[in-house]
């Protein structure tokens, strides 16, 4: 079983509704958890993190937790063209020292 | 402007020659990373460093080596590069703490033939 687990998609939305993104972890001990966003060919970018049960937004961004199910989603509101990227759920060990990635999810937002 | 510096952007080089990749960071982070980024195998931690002179191993670690001599350099050594190294690596740094994520450099793309 993979550490973090993510869809590959890709996955298709069109301009201006919801990307709903999905990671589910293997790790009760985790602690703190992130979205890092990756155009093509450049690093990766860090979006959201959160580390407590629940919703945490961030303006077009909402990111939920629930450490019960191991699961953590990414929200993406009025999607846009420039959202088009792939997006990496991390999963962290309680000293932050080692960051676990999912193999990530392709989204494309169509005009 | 608070970065982390990869340098070379790019690297072709030749098996067995040994080549080090350097990494700076400006934010007096105590976390650095190195991870390389593989098609279908996302990012994987190579090796991590804590705090001057503390290291250890991530997931991939065989043929590399690192040092933290100084805060804000996090250099990544192959002794002796073999074409499976070939890839594009990261390197990263975080301050640390709950919440708080890995600030990534631009990468490096290596090349072994």
């Known amino acids: 079983q993979k550490e973090v687990e993510q869809n590959s998609g890709p996955l298709s939305v069109p301009e201006g509704a919801i990307a709903s993104l999905n990671c589910t972890y293997s790790d009760r001990g985790s602690q703190s958890f992130f979205w890092y966003r990756q155009y093509s060919g450049k690093s990766p970018e860090l979006i959201m993190s959160?580390?407590?049960?629940g919703d945490k937004e961030d303006g077009r961004f909402t990111a939920q937790l629930n450490k019960a199910s191991q699961y953590v989603s990414l929200l993406i509101r009025d999607s846009q063209p420039s959202d088009s990227a792939t997006y990496l759920c991390?999963?962290?060990?309680?000293?932050?020292?080692?960051?676990?990635f999912g193999t990530g999810t392709r989204l494309t937002i169509i005009p | 402007e608070a970065q982390v510096t990869q340098n070379p952007r790019y690297l072709i080089t030749v098996t067995g020659k040994k080549l080090t990749v350097t990494c700076s960071q400006n934010?007096?982070?105590?976390?650095m990373s190195w991870y390389r980024q593989d098609p279908g195998l996302g990012l994987r931690q190579i090796y991590y460093?804590?705090?001057?002179?503390?290291?250890d191993k991530g997931d991939v670690p065989e043929g590399y080596k690192v040092s933290r001599k100084e805060k804000r350099n996090f250099p990544l050594i192959l002794e002796s590069p073999s074409p499976n190294q070939t890839s594009l690596y990261f390197c990263?740094?975080?301050?640390?703490?709950?919440?708080?994520?890995?600030?990534f450099g631009s990468g490096t793309r290596l090349t072994v033939v």
């Open positions: 990263a740094s975080s301050p640390g703490g709950r919440g708080y994520g890995y600030t």
């Open positions: 991390a999963v962290s060990t309680p000293g932050n020292e080692k960051l676990t």
């Open positions: 460093s804590m705090n001057v002179e503390v290291t």
């Open positions: 959160i580390y407590s049960n």
């Open positions: 934010m007096n982070h105590e976390y």
